[in-house]
């Protein structure tokens, strides 16, 4: 499977992380690869039952990681709609210039399982399959993931039509789609600032560790029924 090819400023640099994905080379093939065979993972994303019924605690999370790239952040937050309406539906050549968050997020969808798959396997050897499963469920859950979009703000920078916009903002999936979308921007840009591609996994992977570390532990105890205090958002 070829990784996709974005072209959304045919006038700029032909080496733009949106436009030329052959700066990840064998990387980006091979996690396009490992995508297409996620797909009764991510598509449609589960709803998780399992996780926890009581309200999600409002996490310390570390900070969010610059996307230095003013195109690739634009994009991150930018939706459809607010675009301008560029020819037919039809006609692909000039649908090229326009992307939105819708864009990205798949590609940080797959980042994301990537780095979970590795990443419970060395931060909890203790688990078994079973309980581990239902960990990385819970996390990679729209709740879990829109629930992290809201702490860090990202629904708020949202960019759409403006009698949409408040629906948008409100709807699980989309800021859960803009944390995947954010997850790809940081992982586009800083993989676009090297020869060899390698900043953007190491960028993304420390961000992740400290993000996740905290989460799972709180999940862990949940589901084996440790108790823990929940905070409403309402209230921050």
Same mark, same amino acid.
């Given at each position: 499977?070829?990784?996709?090819?974005?072209?959304?400023?045919? *006038?700029?640099?032909?080496?733009?992380?949106?436009?030329?994905?052959?700066?990840?080379?064998?990387?980006?093939? @091979?996690?396009?690869?490992?995508?297409?065979?996620?797909? #009764?993972?991510?598509?449609?994303?589960?709803?998780?039952? $399992?996780?926890?019924?009581?309200?999600?605690?409002?996490?310390?999370?570390?900070?969010?990681?610059?996307?230095?790239?003013?195109?690739?952040? /634009?994009?991150?937050?930018?939706?459809? %709609?607010?675009?301008?309406?560029? =020819?037919?539906?039809?006609?692909?050549?000039?649908?090229?210039?326009?992307?939105?968050?819708? #864009?990205?997020?798949?590609?940080?969808?797959?980042?994301?399982?990537?780095?979970?798959?590795?990443?419970?396997?060395? @931060?909890?050897?203790?688990?078994?399959?079973?309980?581990?499963? /239902?960990? /990385?469920?819970?996390?990679? $859950?729209?709740?879990?993931? $829109?629930?992290?979009? %809201?702490?860090?703000?990202?629904?708020?920078?949202?960019? @759409?039509?403006? *009698?949409?916009?408040? %629906?948008?903002?409100?709807?699980?999936?989309?800021?859960?789609?803009?944390?995947?979308?954010?997850?790809? =921007?940081?992982?586009?840009? !800083?993989? %676009?600032? #090297?020869?060899?591609? $390698?900043?953007?996994?190491?960028?993304?992977?420390?961000?992740?560790?400290?993000?996740?570390?905290?989460?799972?532990?709180?999940?862990?105890?949940?589901?084996?029924?440790?108790?823990?205090?929940?905070?409403?958002? !309402?209230?921050?």
């Amino acid at each position: 499977m070829s990784p996709p090819h974005f072209n959304l400023n045919p *006038t700029g640099t032909a080496h733009h992380p949106l436009n030329r994905w052959s700066t990840f080379g064998q990387q980006t093939e @091979a996690m396009a690869r490992f995508s297409n065979n996620l797909s #009764d993972l991510l598509n449609p994303r589960p709803a998780s039952p $399992s996780i926890p019924k009581q309200r999600l605690p409002i996490f310390d999370l570390p900070p969010l990681p610059p996307i230095h790239d003013p195109l690739v952040l /634009k994009t991150v937050f930018t939706d459809r %709609s607010a675009l301008p309406r560029v =020819g037919d539906v039809f006609d692909v050549e000039r649908k090229e210039m326009r992307r939105g968050f819708e #864009d990205l997020e798949h590609i940080g969808a797959s980042v994301l399982v990537m780095f979970l798959a590795g990443w419970l396997c060395d @931060a909890k050897p203790h688990l078994d399959f079973k309980l581990a499963t /239902k960990l /990385k469920e819970n996390i990679i $859950s729209n709740v879990t993931l $829109s629930h992290l979009s %809201s702490i860090y703000g990202l629904p708020e920078r949202l960019d @759409a039509d403006p *009698t949409l916009l408040p %629906s948008l903002q409100s709807r699980c999936d989309i800021r859960s789609a803009l944390f995947e979308a954010y997850i790809a =921007g940081v992982y586009l840009s !800083a993989s %676009s600032t #090297d020869g060899t591609g $390698s900043k953007g996994p190491a960028l993304v992977c420390e961000w992740l560790k400290g993000l996740f570390g905290v989460v799972a532990d709180w999940y862990e105890e949940s589901i084996k029924g440790g108790e823990k205090v929940y905070v409403d958002m !309402a209230e921050k």
